[in-house]
């Protein structure tokens, strides 16, 4: 059995903070090969900086992709260039703040993406859609004849395709995909300069927006992701299903360094009593925030960053709300991911069929 990287053995201190938050089950849920992790743990553990492996993986993982797609063997550079992808996502992950290692980092995954959809077996285009002064950015994947689309998207530091499994479980069921960035999110901020200062529901209602014209669309929002959700759901007219997977309610900053830092990055501000401020401005509040579609929240009962108290306003304040819980559950159900993955995409596919065959197209 693999050693806990955290508990077994101490290398540097940023590298033990960096297996804290981003341990052996979130890697594997966001799509990090196993041969990748192990090579990730070892050389991390000798004490090599954690952004310098996973990059060095990434481009091994670039460099099979394209050997790959010269002999044409397209679902392997498909693959491949997904499990590059994964390793630059978390390269990236090792910088809090807007530097331009990061920026590079990201860049890198971004073209990962790139060269996987251009294999995809499911259509899939980068999309970039004014808001404001700037613009928001994702990747949507349409399948003929889909039932609806979801809207997919994080919290503080995992983005976009990110969450290319996810998309895998709503694509196998019929449901196009939109996996979004919103304000202070992936290209979104590093490229755009669009921070968590503007108004939540409206920045992801433009994803909305934009599925509405292939059917009924959905919103599955993760971590502080969660609560954009469940906004843009009550604030949205657009939405007719929404599923929260492991958010505050009330957002505030945690004692946790990676947090706060992540949280300020967001908001492109240092100032502690301006994140707090902005948090306040979003927090949900069941008397006045009321979601009348279905809602799907999610809770880990292990979850060492939310409690079950922090997700029930969402419950009070929905007309229809079902709550499923796995008793050991990480944050975010990170050691359950193909079963939460399941469960929401069936519950994604069922809601969404239903509001077809209830709601007359306009």
Not at 17 to 28: E, P
Request: with cysteine; proline share 5%.
């Amino acid at each position: 059995m693999m050693a806990d990287p955290v508990l077994d053995v101490r290398p540097t201190a940023a590298n033990t903070a960096h297996w804290r938050a981003m341990g052996v089950t979130r890697l594997l849920d966001a799509g990090m090969r196993y041969d990748d992790l192990l090579a990730l743990q070892a050389a991390t553990i000798a004490g090599e900086p954690w952004d310098e492996v996973a990059e060095r993986l990434g481009a091994a993982r670039m460099a099979q992709a394209q050997e790959a797609a010269a002999a044409h063997r397209t679902v392997s550079a498909h693959d491949s260039y997904r499990a590059a992808a994964a390793c630059y996502v978390f390269a990236q992950m090792a910088f809090n703040f807007d530097t331009d290692r990061k920026r590079a980092l990201y860049a890198a995954f971004d073209a990962a993406v790139a060269e996987a959809a251009r294999f995809s077996p499911v259509p899939m285009r980068r999309i970039e859609l004014e808001f404001g002064a700037g613009r928001l950015t994702g990747w949507h994947l349409r399948p003929q004849g889909s039932v609806g689309t979801v809207v997919v998207f994080g919290g503080q530091s995992g983005w976009g395709a990110t969450y290319l499994r996810y998309a895998d479980a709503l694509l196998g069921r019929g449901v196009a995909v939109i996996l979004a960035e919103g304000p202070g999110q992936g290209g979104s901020r590093l490229t755009y300069g669009v921070h968590l200062d503007v108004d939540v529901a409206a920045a992801f209602g433009t994803f909305v927006d934009l599925a509405a014209s292939d059917g009924p669309v959905g919103v599955w929002g993760n971590s502080v992701g969660g609560l954009f959700a469940a906004l843009t759901a009550a604030r949205h007219p657009g939405v007719a299903a929404c599923c929260v997977n492991g958010g505050f309610a009330v957002p505030r900053l945690l004692p946790f360094r990676t947090f706060s830092e992540q949280a300020k990055a967001m908001l492109g501000s240092r100032d502690d009593a301006a994140v707090t401020a902005n948090f306040e401005r979003l927090r949900f509040d069941p008397t006045v925030d009321r979601i009348e579609c279905p809602l799907l929240v999610l809770h880990g009962g292990a979850d060492p960053l939310v409690e079950l108290d922090d997700q029930r306003p969402f419950l009070d304040g929905a007309a229809h709300g079902t709550l499923r819980i796995w008793k050991d559950g990480e944050h975010t159900i990170y050691n359950h991911a193909d079963e939460r993955n399941a469960t929401a995409a069936d519950w994604f596919a069922e809601r969404l069929t239903e509001y077809r065959e209830t709601v007359p197209a306009p």
